[in-house]
């Protein structure tokens, strides 16, 4: 009888610890985002500045281990500057002939490497908190887009009635507030652009989102674009059938 009481109570415990996550968790801001809905499109240059934001804020402690290089190309970017880009990073490749693994430096057909050789060293760097990888990170939450855009906005002062410990920090849209990720954005100018756009705190959080999202599904636009193809064949064929179906019956019923 245990052995079938004891999965339905761990099941009920994990259903109501749900329940409670959930209704503790804030409502993210809601954004309007050029990827959303049927018609949602990439948007080239916010996934480019993204790509600048995520470089130099976000690589130092996140990994992004299923992107290659070469899919930057979708983007906007030359196959030599996709060379280039890759060429800038150190990938552990290997055995060579005498059985060794050895750095070299990255192609386009190579993934981002993450900033860590494996989790222990990550923790190890990061006071035991473990820094995600965030290839599918906007996918991997809730209302992803609008959960990163809000965390990466809702740093503030904890409020006087809220305790928060040494090393972590207050965000009003995180699960709990309390969270051990310093504020990774914390100024208008902290990227510089290589186009005319205003690196407000606002535009980089828009732009680093939107390249994440684009990194958890580059092949979004297309994957849209052949399901109104389909849409508009299923249409088109349900009026013919339809207009060769009264045309028949039209003579059955004569």
């Avoid at 809601?30 to 948007?43: E, I, K, P």
């Avoid at 849209?173 to 186009?195: E, L, N, R, S």
Wanted: aromatic fraction near 10%.
């Amino acid at each position: 009888m245990n052995a079938i009481i004891r999965p339905l109570v761990v099941a009920c415990a994990l259903m109501i610890c749900g329940a409670a996550y959930a209704s503790e968790a804030p409502v993210p801001k809601h954004m309007r985002w050029s990827f959303d809905g049927a018609l949602g499109r990439v948007d080239a240059p916010s996934v480019q500045r993204g790509l600048q934001v995520y470089r130099e804020v976000c690589a130092a402690c996140h990994g992004l281990s299923r992107v290659p290089f070469r899919r930057l190309q979708d983007v906007g970017f030359s196959e030599a500057e996709v060379k280039a880009l890759a060429a800038e990073y150190q990938v552990v490749d290997g055995p060579n002939d005498d059985g060794d693994m050895f750095e070299r430096a990255g192609r386009p057909s190579d993934k981002f490497p993450s900033p860590f050789a494996n989790e222990k060293a990550a923790r190890a760097s990061h006071n035991g908190a473990y820094p995600l990888d965030l290839s599918l990170i906007v996918k991997a939450r809730p209302d992803g887009a609008n959960y990163l855009y809000s965390l990466l906005t809702g740093y503030s002062d904890a409020p006087a009635s809220v305790e928060v410990p040494e090393g972590a920090y207050y965000n009003k849209y995180f699960p709990g507030h309390i969270i051990k990720m310093p504020p990774p954005i914390t100024a208008d100018g902290q990227v510089t652009y290589q186009d005319d756009t205003q690196p407000s705190v606002d535009q980089m959080a828009r732009d680093v989102v939107h390249f994440l999202q684009w990194a958890a599904e580059p092949e979004m636009q297309e994957r849209k674009a052949m399901g109104m193809r389909v849409m508009i064949f299923l249409i088109v064929l349900t009026v013919f059938f339809y207009i060769a179906k009264r045309r028949i019956w039209s003579r059955i019923g004569h």
